[in-house]
C-alpha cells in the first residue's frame, strides 16, 4: 500500500516510516522538510496521488492558542480536501485522550477541533488518542519550574512511550478504518508532581517538587483522570523504568 505519512520527519513520523517499510509498504514521509506542507497546500496533491492511506502525526510549529487553532483545522481541511481529490481511503490521525474535556487549553481545544473536522469530512477514519509521551515529561516538568523548585498540577497523568504510539499507528493503518476514536495509554496513572519525582530520582535532579492541584497544565487545571483513558483503551508496556532505560546516554529528551 501507499501510506503517506503527514509529519513523517517527527518523533512518531519517523517511526512510523520506519514500520511500515519494514512490513513492505510505500510508506512516503511528507512534511516541510521534504516539500510537502499541509497549510499553504504545497506538494499536497503530488504527494497524495496513489495513496490508499493518509496519517497525519503532524504536529503544529508554534502553541498559541489561536496559531495552533489555525494549524490543526487548516491542515486538517487540506489534507482531507487532497484526499477526496486522490481517493484516499483511509485518513488516520493522531489526538490526545480527553481532548474535550479541557476547554481551558488551547492545545486540547484544537486537537478537538482537528477531530470535528475529520468526522465531518467524508475520508474513512481513524482516531488514535493517545496520552502524554514519556519523550514529553521533561518538557512538562520544565513548564512549572520555579528556581529551586518545580511546581506542578496533581492531576492525573498516564505516559506511554512514543514507540508504542507509533507501533499501534503503524497497526492501524494498514487495518481498515475504524468510523471513530481509539484510545491508548501507558501502564500507570500518576499525579504530575509524582512524575516528576519519579524523573527527578533517576536524573538526579536536586530541585524541589511542589504538587499544587491550581498549576496549570497548558493553560488548564487538571482535577483528576481528565487525561486518563477510559475502559475501552489499549494501554501500553513500557513503564517508567523501561523507558528511562532507553534513554542510553543519560539525557533525558
Ligand atoms: N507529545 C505528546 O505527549 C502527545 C500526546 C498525544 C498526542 N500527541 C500528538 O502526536 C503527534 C506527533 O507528535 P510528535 O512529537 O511526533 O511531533 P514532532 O516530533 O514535533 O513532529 C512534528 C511533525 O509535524 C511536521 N509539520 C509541521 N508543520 C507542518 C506542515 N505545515 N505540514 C506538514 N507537516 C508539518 C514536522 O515537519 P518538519 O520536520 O518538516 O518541520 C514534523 O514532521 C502530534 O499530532 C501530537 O499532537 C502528542
Known sequence: ????????????????????????????????????????????????????????????????????????????RNQLAAERDAGVKHHLAVSIVGTDRLPDSGYLRAKAALEAEIEAGSTPYTILRATQFFEF??????????????RLSTGLMQFVAADEVAATVAELAIAA????????????????????RRLFA??????????????RYYGTELHGGELTTGDDARIGTIDFDAWFATQSDGVVR
Not at 202 to 215: E, F, L, S, Y
Open 137 to 150: 515529561l521533561p518538557q512538562i516538568v520544565e513548564a512549572g519550574a520555579e528556581g529551586d523548585s518545580v
Open 1 to 76: 500500500m501507499k501510506i503517506v505519512i503527514i509529519g513523517g520527519s517527527g518523533r512518531v513520523g519517523s517511526n512510523v516510516v520506519r514500520r511500515l517499510e519494514a512490513k513492505g509498504h510505500d510508506a512516503v514521509a511528507a512534511s516541510p522538510a521534504t516539500g510537502v506542507d499541509t497549510i499553504t497546500g504545497e506538494g499536497l496533491a503530488d504527494v497524495m496521488a496513489g495513496a490508499d492511506v493518509v496519517v497525519d502525526v503532524s504536529n503544529a510549529p508554534v502553541w498559541d492558542d489561536d496559531a495552533v487553532m489555525e494549524f490543526f483545522t487548516t491542515s486538517t
Open 202 to 215: 533517576a536524573t538526579g535532579d536536586q530541585r524541589t517538587v511542589i504538587g499544587d492541584p491550581h498549576a
Open 177 to 196: 478504518p475504524v468510523g471513530g476514536r481509539v484510545e491508548l495509554g501507558g501502564p500507570e496513572a500518576l499525579a504530575i508532581d509524582a512524575w516528576a
